[in-house]
């Protein structure tokens, strides 16, 4: 027989859970059509900081030195760690979003096992000075040359002009 405190308690919980997530904005995060979308840390504190405030009262010290403020962000640190987590685990299923070892086992899943060929690359950047910026001396050019295997190389060149210096005054 089930107790009827408890099923109270349930209702309690969900009732301030669903307090807590309307005002918080934490809708869009989890198993979504676009994907699994990882809570950031930012979201996990202002949750946890809502939730205190519901359930010590809006009076409740949750300011930056407050020792429940701290206890909050390191479990909200905690749980976007797990967040992350999840998002690795989810798209590690799906080739298109698949890295690493989780690719390689897809692929021989599939029957495409990746050839694990040898890459090497070399960058080369030259720098020069730059009398726009009182002669220092910035990037002018990056050479790069990448080579898998024996047969396959990639080069590339990106060169940098046109350099002008930014006036920021900080208040």
């Known amino acids: 027989m089930a ?12 009732a301030v859970d669903a307090a807590v997530a309307q005002s918080s904005g934490a809708d869009g995060y989890g198993l979504t059509a676009a994907g699994f979308i990882a809570k950031p840390f930012s979201r996990l ?9 519901t359930m010590f ?25 797990t967040w992350a987590a999840l998002s690795g685990f989810y798209d ?32 080369t950047v030259t720098y020069g000075p730059q009398e726009k910026l009182a002669g220092l001396w910035v990037p002018v050019r990056m050479e ?11 080069d590339c060149v990106a060169t940098y002009s046109n350099f ?6 900080v208040r």
């Open 3 to 14: 107790d009827p405190a408890s099923s109270n308690d349930t209702a309690a919980v969900l």
């Open 45 to 53: 504190v202002a949750e946890k900081l809502a939730l205190a405030r």
């Open 57 to 81: 009262g809006a009076d409740i010290d949750l300011g930056s030195g407050s020792a429940l403020r701290k206890i909050l962000e390191v479990s909200a640190l905690e749980d976007a760690r």
């Open 92 to 123: 590690n299923q799906y080739v298109a979003t698949a890295r690493g070892d989780a690719l390689s086992r897809l692929g021989d899943e599939l029957g495409f096992p990746r050839p694990h060929l040898e890459a090497r690359g070399t960058i």
């Open 144 to 154: 790069e040359r990448y080579a898998v295997g024996s047969t396959q190389t990639i």
């Open 164 to 169: 002008r210096q930014f006036n920021v005054t």
